[in-house]
């Protein structure tokens, strides 16, 4: 069975600073999605930015870019100039079924980013 | 603009109670989910539909069944509510590319 991994429970970034968010996830399939969504205090759960793992070249989302290591399977997100709106938490996910049709989704636990002032 | 709504944003049922958690989507998804979201262990997935009457349990199924009867619709119930079922409940419609998420219910068992 699929698992995604989030070891930061917690992470905090000075406004107009680098943080990286890792994500980890293990499976057998050969062809998945990645994501990572955003949770602001509002409880909607926004897309942040999406990888394909057949596609060796990183994804990037103005701000926002992920570096994917499919062997390592670490997925992690890197937000530039962090803002005072990028406070929210985060939370990887994987997404199973690219063969069967069947999708499902598979989320991590969570990182809650602070951003300074 | 996709939609996902929540019947409601905020429940309060008392243990024993038959609940019934409303979903609907206007983007004619045939992939429907319910999630449940507690601290420190992120979402975990309940049930799932992938198509009209259709139905699969996720990885906490117990304690919950689900209802799909018409394509934009998919219901979560909590048969006789317990306490421990005290959490947000989040709905998902997904498309091939992207899980589009409700406002979510925050539900309290008292």
Redesign the interface.
Known sequence: AQTVT?SQ?EMSVQEAETVTLSCTYDTSESDY?L?W?KQPP????I?VI?QEAYKQQNATENRFSVNFQKAAKSFSLKISDSQLGDAAMY?C?Y?TGITSG?????????TRLKVLA | DVKVTQSSRYLVKRTGEKVFLECVQDMDHENMFWYRQDPGLGLRLIYFSYDVKMKEKGDIPEGYSVSREKKERFSLILESASTNQTSMYLCASLNAGEAFFGQGTRLTVV
Do not use: D, E, H, N
Request: no cysteine; charged share 15%.
């Open positions: 989030q429970p999605y994501f969504y509002s409880r909607q759960m897309l999406r939370f996910a997404r069947t999708y499902k989704y598979i989320f991590g636990t969570g």
